[in-house]
């Protein structure tokens, strides 16, 4: 049973990048057919996704997120970052690290394996 735990800062200043790190146990990043996914839910609105890093190490992000998004792996550390750059209040949300056996673009949390979330706040 795959486990994943996200890491990284509560808080996070406008303009500053976010960096998150999802640390995974159970299963490697690197086989299985994985692909290790970044969700995120604001305040009040559903699961957004915001793009996934594959087992093959391809990435795929969301086309409103791209141009803010880089999604990299530590295949050492078996863990998965993202950085969203140019963070705005309306970023603020729980991310949630997820994997899938499936290259889903949206998901709900009752399929695949996700980690507990992590509140990230932009305020300065």
């Known amino acids: 049973q795959v486990q994943l735990q996200e890491s990284g800062p509560g808080l996070v200043e406008p303009s500053q990048t976010l960096s998150l790190t999802c640390t995974v146990s159970?299963?490697?990043?690197?086989?299985?057919?994985?692909?290790w996914s970044w969700f995120r839910r604001p305040p009040g609105k559903g699961l957004e996704w915001i793009g996934y890093?594959?087992?093959?190490?391809?990435?795929h992000y969301s086309p409103s997120l791209k141009r803010r998004t880089s999604i990299s792996r530590d295949t050492s550390k078996n863990q998965f970052t993202l950085q969203l750059s140019s963070m705005t209040p309306e970023d603020t949300a729980v991310y949630y690290c997820?994997?899938?056996?499936?290259?889903?673009?949206?998901?709900?949390?009752?399929?695949?394996?996700w980690g507990q979330g992590t509140q990230v706040t932009v305020s300065s």
């Open positions: 997820a994997r899938f056996s499936k290259p889903l673009t949206e998901a709900t949390m009752d399929i695949g394996s």
């Open positions: 159970g299963g490697s990043i690197t086989t299985g057919f994985g692909y």
């Open positions: 890093i594959a087992y093959t190490g391809s990435t």
